[in-house]
């Protein structure tokens, strides 16, 4: 897996490096320079190659930071396919090889060493990050501690819904009563597009709401860095 996970990594940073300079990057743009087709689909998203040609099929009604990321994602499996990387999958790791797509499209929509850039010129500013590389607010705040020592945590409706740790942050599975005076500040102020920031021993925080607000959740994302860190 983990040699999967690494050619695909790579592949990513192949095709993005080809077609842009620097973020934001556009798949639908790396698509066609690849000669694939998108179109409306009725179901899940899924990708077919017919007699040579590739298409990848996109649902309606899905938010458009998402549709971006699905076609970096379906874009990694055709051109695995295409370029003879993989032939087949062992059922027992398709759900591993899912999320060594998953990662791909980070890869390929976040380029690790342009993230790193621009989360440090803007003080790992998350509304900055998610603008520049036009990412949803989850997805921006999950790459962080991918690319610095920090950790991010995502709170829907008041309850913590993931929280993760790069590495180089030893992070306590609950947050911190710093941490949660954060939110709440946040949560306070809504629909304000403030930040909240706040300091405990060792660390230092930013919550942000995720706006706008979707499907009746408010989301808020934590972004937690070492002292020395920020």
Request: glycine letters at 6%; a negative charge.
């Amino acid at each position: 897996m983990d040699d999967l996970l690494a050619l695909i990594l790579e592949l990513a940073e192949t095709l993005t490096f080809d077609h842009f300079e620097g973020p934001p990057v556009d798949p639908y743009e790396i698509a066609a320079a690849l000669d694939i087709t998108i179109r409306e689909s009725d179901g899940a998203p899924r990708w077919t190659i017919r007699r040579g040609r590739a298409s990848i099929g996109l649902p309606s009604g899905v938010a458009r930071e998402r549709l971006r990321f699905t076609v970096a994602h379906e874009i990694l499996e055709i051109e695995v396919r295409r370029r003879g990387l993989l032939s087949e999958i062992d059922r027992g790791l398709a759900d591993q090889t899912e999320w060594a797509f998953q990662v791909g499209a980070s890869e390929m929509l976040m380029p690790r060493g342009w993230y790193a850039r621009v989360g440090r010129e803007s003080d790992w500013s998350l509304p900055h990050l998610r603008e520049q590389f036009d990412v949803s607010w989850e997805a921006a705040a999950r790459r962080v501690p991918v690319c610095t020592p920090s950790a991010c945590t995502i709170i829907d409706n008041g309850h913590v819904a993931a929280r993760l740790a790069g590495d180089g942050m030893n992070l306590p599975s609950r947050i911190s009563d710093e941490e949660r005076a954060a939110v709440d500040a946040v949560y306070d102020a809504w629909p304000s597009s403030d930040a909240t920031r706040a300091e405990g021993e060792g660390f230092r925080c930013a919550a942000w709401p995720a706006l706008p607000e979707r499907s009746s959740i408010r989301r808020v994302c934590l972004l937690t860095f070492p002292s020395e860190e920020w």
